[in-house]
């Protein structure tokens, strides 16, 4: 009856209606019911419904009563109406929503003691013990004070005669766990909070649509982003489009910017470039604590400069629009997460927020994750600004030091004799040209000659000038090292996907036969397939997967006026099921098919059947995505007849492929900054190695460490050497062989309602914000 289904350090314990509950868990499962409230002042943003979804069908699949909250506290403390009982269809067809289903208010009466004892009344009377809460710092403070006099409150309302000496037993204690929703990620303890990277996307197509016309025209534009206390919008923004400039609270100006500033877009119009972009947080002060706005900056040009400027506050837009996939994915694993984390709560539990480190969700405790958001505040009052950018946490300072080294920066007169040559391979992908265009900056401003191979490893050994295919190194090594030699190189950066990975390998094999190879190598990986060993993303995926999911979207919505019918869509990938995998998560899919996850007639028979009764609901619509090689038998054009057949009578079937669409497009902001920080940090890289690699006048590089991937890896960005990397790689299916995102399967199957038997329960312990800052 029981099989141990696991992800991240949590296992799901899922309760059947006829299953035996083990003796420490009946009493604690009979007890819980979460509740969802949105509380992020008046504003609503892109991805809440997402968490919303996760933790209603997480929760009711555990067995708990799951209850909206409408309205935020004000539905808190006003009770009735405003606090229903969830099911699972009432949260369907919501994934693809911006703002959030169950609304949201500032509430003045949970301010005082007497509010907040409403609000507990009405919990006790549900017997609701457990809150799960999103929202910002200042909502997440106020459960936690919530939380703390709980037991204050109950002897108040028992003195009252409100509620009874039983019902004061049955909820004799309050557990809560945040999740943050802000599209300023202006909370300490997360890299990434719900609804920013969708407000970058809003951000990204204003930018990209006003540069086409400031360029038509040599004009100079200033946008305002949001950001009131933190510039993370403005710096992501100004990173991803290569603005001139950027203004933050975190880092004011130095005295006498205006001169640089103006100095700055002179020298970038002296050569050749017809436009700028200045990006303005708006919040954004000088050293004396005065607001920098667009008009101030407008005037300043318009004036010194003469410049054609114009100014454009992008407002509201940035808080509203579809979810992007990312933002869906993440509103989807923090819910899950808040449900284990409520589930193995115990009355001394520290309320905790759900946070996001590199690709791994963890708890913090809510209160230290509050105070540091409160410390960056006073900080920037008392003037520390590189302490407050420090305080903002490792992805904030890894995107300003990423900007200062390519802004404001001029390249220098002495030149270091270095000869550093950038080659794509394999098929294309968006996001290439920004880990170029970092990667070339970042070594003319090191004093390098840098080289663009255009044709892939073809060019580099037939010295070709023009771009004409992609190909892989076969029998033509030593054309390489010769051209290697003629023109001097003394590293290689490669850009690609799995054949750049395996082209890198072979000319570290061939090391040993070809002196003129024992150069410094580097291989950033960008796949929209995301399979490359050494790094759990790839540029390039992120735009995939946005065009899958929003395809996903307008194929369901085309369901809207036709009931029962299935869509059975296939995704690029080869072997990796990344795609699909993702891509069913952030668009809902019934199932995912890939090669990772064997599949045979049995378990395609159980989906049949799992449709069949889904279209016996209010839910009357089936998404089946498939990946390209998941089976060699079991084809889409299969998938299609088999459905098709199981299901006449009760729905009909529609197939799509999607093709090389999910390989073009325009970058999502992710790409651009991942790309652009990878170019760059690899450039930087290969210069120390070629420090130490001189030796008797040259450079001679044969170790393991200097041919490397750069890649991310749970929390950071590493180096790790091309040659330990093939014991985990699966070369036969172009796949490594160890992958993170499996362990987000079970959670597609779950929000799918599938039956799926249950396991024990292995606590994930809580980390401390305060000691990862200073160690991460």
Known sequence: KYQCLSFRKVFVCIIKSDMQFPPLFKSKFLKICAIIMHLYLLYCISGMNAAVRATVRVGIYTGAKVYFVHEGYQGLVDGGDNIRQATWESVSMMLQLGGTVIGSARCQDFRSKEGRAKAACNLVKLGITNLCVIGGDGSLTGANEFRNEWSELLQILLKAGKITAEEAKRSSHLNIVGMVGSIDNDFCGTDMTIGTDSALHRIMEVVDAITTTAQSHQ???????????????????????????????????????????????????????????????????????????????????????????????????????????????????????????????????????????????????????????????????????????????????????????????????????????????????????????????????????????????????????????????????????????????????????FEAFVGGLELVTAREKYEELCIPLVVIPATVSNNVPGSDFSIGADTALNTITTTCDRIKQSAAGTKRRVFIIETMGGYCGYLATMAGLAAGADAAYIYEDPFGIHDLETNVEHLLEKMKTTVKRGLILRNEKCNANYTTDFLFNLYSEEGKGVFDCRKNVLGHMQQGGTPTPFDRNFGTKMGAKAVLWLTDKLKECYRHGRIFANTPDSACVLGMKKRAMIFQPLSDLKEDTDFEHRIPKTQWWLKLRPILKILAKYKISLDTSETATMEHVIKKRGTV
């Not at 420090?390 to 890894?398: A, I, P, T, V, W």
Request: charged share 20%; proline share 4%; net charge neutral.
């Open 219 to 497: 004009r100079a534009f200033i946008l305002e982003v949001m950001g009131r206390h933190c510039g993370y919008l403005a710096l992501v923004t100004a990173l991803a489009c290569g603005a001139d400039w950027v203004f933050i609270p975190e880092m004011p100006p130095d005295e006498g910017w205006e001169d640089h500033l103006c100095r700055r877009l002179t020298y970038q119009r002296s050569i050749g470039n017809r436009l700028n972009v200045i990006i303005v947080a708006e919040g954004a002060l000088d050293l004396h604590g005065k607001p920098i706005t667009c008009d101030i900056i407008k005037n300043l040009v318009t004036k010194k400069l003469g410049f054609d400027t114009r100014a454009t506050v992008l407002g509201h837009v940035q808080r509203g629009g579809t979810p992007s996939a990312f933002d869906r994915i993440l509103g989807s694993r923090m819910g899950v997460e808040a449900v284990m984390a409520l589930l193995e709560a115990t009355p001394n539990t520290p309320a905790c927020v759900v946070s996001l480190s590199g690709n791994m969700a963890v708890r913090l405790p809510l209160m230290e994750c509050v105070q540091v958001t409160k410390e960056v505040t006073t900080a920037m009052a008392e003037g520390r600004f590189e302490e407050a950018v420090k305080l903002r946490g490792k992805s904030f300072e890894n995107n300003w030091n990423t900007y200062k080294l390519l802004a404001h920066v001029t390249a220098p007169d002495v030149k270091s004799n270095i000869n550093i040559a950038i080659l794509n391979v394999g098929a294309p992908c968006a996001g290439m040209n920004a880990a170029v265009r970092s990667a070339v900056r970042i070594g003319i401003l090191q004093g390098h000659n840098m080289l663009a191979v255009h044709d892939g490893f073809d060019g580099l050994a037939n010295g070709t000038t023009e771009s004409s295919g992609w190909s892989l190194p076969a029998s033509m090594i030593e054309e390489i090292s010769l051209n290697i030699a003629k023109f001097n190189i003394h590293a290689l950066v490669i850009i690609g996907g």
